[in-house]
């Protein structure tokens, strides 16, 4: 009887939030289902007796883990993609960071328009990014290839590495450092062993950003490439004839590698805190 | 979390405190000026390099992809009257507008229980959360083809409940394009979310509820407003990659789902028509910029730069 339940409020208040609770709980894991539902087939379709197109369930292999290179054009695009990402993650955390150092610790003028200009290309849709380098190339003969994909993905990167650094120097208590040069430490004595330690897992965070923004780009390396393949560039231009399965255990080994490294850290993180 | 914290830091550049030490121009100068002249010279120049090819004309007797530069006004008016162009340019918008929508309904509650009931696990979840981006998005979005097939086991359940009728599918369709945007940029619109409501004094929902606000009342006027700057973030995360994205409408869609960065792509690097091509991206970026800037004004949060 719902007369029944609405004399008793805190009864019927418990049995509402408990609903409430457990139908947002429900909510959640159907969100999660949607998540992550796309990361299941792949890494179930690299254990699939395929053929050449990867498409339709045939039968459990685990050839294609074995022979993680057996398909053509696999492993050379991956190790483009490699290459191409560690050489923009070093490049772009290190001109990201100077920059995210310079705005939180100085006052100078042009800041906003600095900051303005770090937020517009996270603003800006893939294709305008893509298509206005492609513009600027091919109006000064630029050829396409490694070198411009490496360009191209060192600009995206550096305003993400800045906006992560920022988030962290921004935490850091300016006492401690101030500390440090009560007790004498010199300037450069004080950023070594006070500042940059503690900055370091901000920087770590965005090199690991910048690794993965790069490595899994494809509407501006689609654009900027010419001949060069990477590894998303791959995975694209195969949909039509059929992606091979290795594809599929090269996405889920680097998912497994990435979710190791992103739980490590978050462990040794709370050891810290423990501790 | 980094990435939540840096994605809901993304747009909150202006509203930092005033940085301590005062220098003369050099010291920072030093240190900003390669990463500075990187982007001035990659993004600034391109967008100018971009806005001159979009004047161009074709050199008479020239070969495909030979342009002059001129100054030729008329290629805008002439890519906007034609509904191979504009047709693109506004399915974008409404799918990008309904995927985003979406994807707060999805996202701003699954931010929510994350954030308010998910006490020792909140670490994982939001891991959890960030995973899907740990796979190539290209080869997530193929499995969505196979997810959706005909043969597959959600056209079979909704067969058999009568939602799909038995010759209908789901891709490739408008539906599988714009489900494919939302899924992409979920997380976008989840982790700003999620980064403001952690924020949020649970004490301040606990005095809601000591003055005898309903739970909903309280969320309406004290949990929400406070969680706008991470609505706001997130839907801006969410619409504006959405509307430039190609990728969904090329691997999901039919052509008649033709959204305006297939055309982009299409016109750039297979019909080698530059001018009409970069007349496209500067539309689509004036369009965007345009929208952000009403729809910010709108809602009303200073925290933009």
């Given at each position: 009887m719902s007369s029944a339940t609405a004399t008793k409020p805190p009864l019927g208040f418990r049995i509402r939030s408990w609903l409430g609770d457990n139908a947002l709980r429900f909510y959640a894991v159907i969100a999660f289902i949607y998540l992550l539902l796309p990361v299941a087939y792949t890494f179930a379709f690299s254990f699939n007796n395929a053929g050449r197109t990867n498409l339709v369930w045939n039968s459990f292999t685990l050839d294609n883990w074995l022979n993680p290179c057996g398909a053509p054009q696999v492993c050379p695009s991956v190790v483009n993609s490699i290459t191409v990402a560690l050489i923009v993650t070093l490049v772009s955390t290190f001109l990201g960071t100077l920059i995210a150092f310079s705005l939180v610790r100085y006052r100078f003028r042009g800041r906003s328009t600095t900051n303005l200009l770090i937020f517009l290309p996270m603003a800006t849709p893939e294709v305008v990014l893509g298509s206005s380098l492609l513009a600027l190339f091919l109006n000064l003969f630029v050829p396409l290839g490694f070198s411009t994909v490496v360009i191209a993905h060192i600009m995206f990167c550096i305003s993400f590495v800045v906006v992560t650094v920022k988030a962290r120097l921004a935490s850091l208590d300016p006492r401690l450092e101030q500390a440090a040069m009560d007790l004498y430490a010199s300037e450069r004595e004080a950023f070594r062993r006070i500042t940059l330690p503690l900055v370091a897992p901000g920087i770590a965070a965005a090199g690991l950003l910048a690794f993965s923004l790069s490595f899994d780009d494809f509407i501006i390396t689609n654009f900027n490439s010419g001949q060069f393949t990477t590894f998303p560039k791959f995975v694209y231009v195969s949909a039509t004839r059929g992606i091979p399965a290795q594809a599929n255990v090269i996405a889920s080994a680097m998912f497994f590698i990435a979710l190791a490294i992103v739980l490590l850290a978050q462990l040794s993180s709370r050891r810290r805190k423990a501790a | 979390m980094s990435v939540a914290a840096a994605i809901g830091d993304t747009m909150k550049d202006a509203s930092g405190q005033e940085p301590p030490k005062k220098a003369g121009r050099f010291v920072p100068d030093m240190l900003m000026a390669p990463g500075m002249l990187w982007l001035a010279i990659f993004f600034v120049v391109p967008i100018a390099s971009l806005f001159l090819t979009s004047l161009q004309t074709p050199v008479p007797g020239g070969q495909v992809g030979e342009f002059e530069q001129t100054f030729n006004f008329a290629n805008y008016v002439n890519t906007l009257t034609d509904d191979t162009y504009y047709v693109p340019l506004i399915r974008s918008f409404v799918y990008s507008g309904i995927a985003t929508l979406l994807a707060l309904a999805i996202g701003y509650p699954l931010a929510y229980a994350i954030a308010f009931k998910s006490g020792k696990n909140r670490n994982l979840l939001l891991v959890m959360v960030i995973a899907p981006f740990f796979v190539s998005f290209i080869l997530r979005t193929i499995a969505w083809r196979q997810i959706l097939a005909d043969e597959g086991f959600v056209v079979g359940i909704l067969r058999s409940i009568g939602l799909v009728s038995e010759t209908g599918g789901l891709y490739p369709s408008a539906f599988a394009v714009i489900m494919g945007l939302t899924y992409n940029f979920l997380p976008f619109m989840t982790l700003p979310i999620y980064a403001s409501l952690e924020r949020v004094d649970p004490r301040l929902i606990e005095a809601s509820v000591d003055l005898y606000a309903h739970p909903f009342t309280g969320f309406r006027k004290v949990t929400f407003p406070l969680s706008m700057p991470g609505v706001v973030a997130g839907t801006l995360l969410t619409f504006i990659p959405a509307a430039g994205d190609y990728v969904n409408a090329a691997l999901l869609g039919r052509p008649s789902n033709t959204m305006i960065g297939n055309r982009i792509e299409y016109t750039f690097?297979?019909?080698?028509d530059y001018p009409t091509a970069a007349v496209l991206s500067f539309i689509l970026m004036a369009c965007i910029l345009a929208m952000v800037l009403v729809y910010v004004r709108r809602v009303g949060t200073e925290d933009l730069v």
């Amino acid at each position: 009887m719902s007369s029944a339940t609405a004399t008793k409020p805190p009864l019927g208040f418990r049995i509402r939030s408990w609903l409430g609770d457990n139908a947002l709980r429900f909510y959640a894991v159907i969100a999660f289902i949607y998540l992550l539902l796309p990361v299941a087939y792949t890494f179930a379709f690299s254990f699939n007796n395929a053929g050449r197109t990867n498409l339709v369930w045939n039968s459990f292999t685990l050839d294609n883990w074995l022979n993680p290179c057996g398909a053509p054009q696999v492993c050379p695009s991956v190790v483009n993609s490699i290459t191409v990402a560690l050489i923009v993650t070093l490049v772009s955390t290190f001109l990201g960071t100077l920059i995210a150092f310079s705005l939180v610790r100085y006052r100078f003028r042009g800041r906003s328009t600095t900051n303005l200009l770090i937020f517009l290309p996270m603003a800006t849709p893939e294709v305008v990014l893509g298509s206005s380098l492609l513009a600027l190339f091919l109006n000064l003969f630029v050829p396409l290839g490694f070198s411009t994909v490496v360009i191209a993905h060192i600009m995206f990167c550096i305003s993400f590495v800045v906006v992560t650094v920022k988030a962290r120097l921004a935490s850091l208590d300016p006492r401690l450092e101030q500390a440090a040069m009560d007790l004498y430490a010199s300037e450069r004595e004080a950023f070594r062993r006070i500042t940059l330690p503690l900055v370091a897992p901000g920087i770590a965070a965005a090199g690991l950003l910048a690794f993965s923004l790069s490595f899994d780009d494809f509407i501006i390396t689609n654009f900027n490439s010419g001949q060069f393949t990477t590894f998303p560039k791959f995975v694209y231009v195969s949909a039509t004839r059929g992606i091979p399965a290795q594809a599929n255990v090269i996405a889920s080994a680097m998912f497994f590698i990435a979710l190791a490294i992103v739980l490590l850290a978050q462990l040794s993180s709370r050891r810290r805190k423990a501790a | 979390m980094s990435v939540a914290a840096a994605i809901g830091d993304t747009m909150k550049d202006a509203s930092g405190q005033e940085p301590p030490k005062k220098a003369g121009r050099f010291v920072p100068d030093m240190l900003m000026a390669p990463g500075m002249l990187w982007l001035a010279i990659f993004f600034v120049v391109p967008i100018a390099s971009l806005f001159l090819t979009s004047l161009q004309t074709p050199v008479p007797g020239g070969q495909v992809g030979e342009f002059e530069q001129t100054f030729n006004f008329a290629n805008y008016v002439n890519t906007l009257t034609d509904d191979t162009y504009y047709v693109p340019l506004i399915r974008s918008f409404v799918y990008s507008g309904i995927a985003t929508l979406l994807a707060l309904a999805i996202g701003y509650p699954l931010a929510y229980a994350i954030a308010f009931k998910s006490g020792k696990n909140r670490n994982l979840l939001l891991v959890m959360v960030i995973a899907p981006f740990f796979v190539s998005f290209i080869l997530r979005t193929i499995a969505w083809r196979q997810i959706l097939a005909d043969e597959g086991f959600v056209v079979g359940i909704l067969r058999s409940i009568g939602l799909v009728s038995e010759t209908g599918g789901l891709y490739p369709s408008a539906f599988a394009v714009i489900m494919g945007l939302t899924y992409n940029f979920l997380p976008f619109m989840t982790l700003p979310i999620y980064a403001s409501l952690e924020r949020v004094d649970p004490r301040l929902i606990e005095a809601s509820v000591d003055l005898y606000a309903h739970p909903f009342t309280g969320f309406r006027k004290v949990t929400f407003p406070l969680s706008m700057p991470g609505v706001v973030a997130g839907t801006l995360l969410t619409f504006i990659p959405a509307a430039g994205d190609y990728v969904n409408a090329a691997l999901l869609g039919r052509p008649s789902n033709t959204m305006i960065g297939n055309r982009i792509e299409y016109t750039f690097l297979s019909v080698n028509d530059y001018p009409t091509a970069a007349v496209l991206s500067f539309i689509l970026m004036a369009c965007i910029l345009a929208m952000v800037l009403v729809y910010v004004r709108r809602v009303g949060t200073e925290d933009l730069v």
